[in-house]
């Protein structure tokens, strides 16, 4: 299990190579990998604050609840902080199970906890001026289904 | 002595980032009146903790929990991790 909060960029292409290198059993992995996208129109860059030290701590606690209830072989997450160029990659998950359903669950399961359980803060940066991003209702029901 | 922490626009709000403070308050609550109390950024940064989340030693907490042998406490909007 390897868990990263990081400024630096990283090729989700390379991590998923080495991540599924290397297990022969495992039948299915799932990642997925977020990226900074301009929905408005004139997005400069996405800010991304974080609470250093609870962010690892948060995360690493969902994903052993994760690792544990889907019986997940390995798990890789990836989340970066700081100013972030539109097209970047933002974070990734991948989950590493014998069977499929569980690899997708555990990687929605982390993807919705990741979204609202884990301290980070987004903020949109325009050439109007920059807003933080509310949290949505949807996000927080998401959680729900867990 | 407890280290008081802000985040995203609170932070912006309060203008600093962590503070060290000296109180006697027993519950978070008592402790955001206690910040309401002392100056109109606070005041308007607290106005409304239902917009608010709390952390208490890097563990989500709720607003009526004790402080009692807690050593840092977290003010912030909610998540938008992902």
Same mark, same amino acid.
């Given at each position: 299990?390897?868990?990263?909060?990081?400024?630096?960029?990283?090729?989700?292409?390379?991590?998923?190579?080495?991540?599924?290198?290397?297990?022969?059993?495992?039948?299915?992995?799932?990642?997925?990998?977020?990226?900074?996208?301009?929905?408005?129109?004139?997005?400069?860059?996405?800010?991304?604050?974080?609470?250093?030290?609870?962010?690892?701590?948060?995360?690493?606690?969902?994903?052993?609840?994760?690792?544990?209830?889907?019986?997940?072989?390995?798990?890789?997450?990836?989340?970066?902080?700081?100013?972030?160029?539109?097209?970047?990659?933002?974070?990734?998950?991948?989950?590493?199970?014998?069977?499929?359903?569980?690899?997708?669950?555990?990687?929605?399961?982390?993807?919705?906890?990741?979204?609202?359980?884990?301290?980070?803060?987004?903020?949109?940066?325009?050439?109007?001026?920059?807003?933080?991003?509310?949290?949505?209702?949807?996000?927080?029901?998401?959680?729900?289904?867990? | 002595?407890?280290?008081?922490?802000?985040?995203?626009? !609170? @932070?912006? *709000?309060?203008?600093?980032?962590?503070?060290?403070?000296?109180?006697? $308050? &027993?519950?978070?609550?008592? /402790?955001?009146?206690? !910040? @309401?109390? *002392?100056?109109?950024?606070?005041?308007?940064?607290?106005?409304?903790? $239902? &917009?608010?989340?709390?952390? /208490?030693?890097?563990? !989500?907490?709720?607003?009526?929990?004790?402080?009692?042998?807690?050593?840092?406490?977290?003010?912030?909007?909610?998540?938008?991790?992902?």
């Amino acid at each position: 299990m390897r868990v990263r909060v990081q400024q630096a960029a990283f090729d989700a292409g390379a991590e998923l190579n080495a991540f599924s290198a290397g297990h022969s059993d495992v039948g299915a992995i799932v990642s997925f990998t977020g990226i900074v996208r301009d929905i408005h129109g004139g997005l400069v860059r996405m800010e991304i604050e974080h609470y250093p030290g609870m962010t690892e701590r948060a995360i690493t606690e969902f994903a052993d609840h994760a690792r544990a209830r889907w019986g997940l072989v390995d798990l890789l997450i990836i989340h970066r902080h700081g100013p972030l160029p539109v097209g970047a990659p933002i974070m990734m998950v991948a989950t590493a199970a014998a069977h499929r359903g569980a690899a997708f669950e555990a990687a929605e399961f982390l993807m919705d906890y990741l979204k609202s359980r884990a301290p980070f803060w987004k903020k949109e940066v325009t050439g109007e001026g920059a807003a933080w991003v509310a949290a949505t209702d949807a996000d927080e029901d998401a959680l729900g289904r867990w | 002595m407890i280290d008081v922490l802000y985040f995203a626009w !609170l @932070r912006e *709000r309060i203008g600093l980032p962590m503070e060290r403070i000296e109180t006697s $308050a &027993a519950t978070v609550r008592d /402790l955001v009146e206690e !910040l @309401r109390r *002392r100056e109109d950024r606070y005041a308007l940064a607290f106005s409304d903790t $239902a &917009a608010l989340r709390v952390a /208490l030693d890097q563990e !989500l907490a709720e607003f009526d929990a004790p402080l009692a042998g807690v050593r840092e406490v977290a003010f912030f909007p909610p998540m938008t991790g992902g």
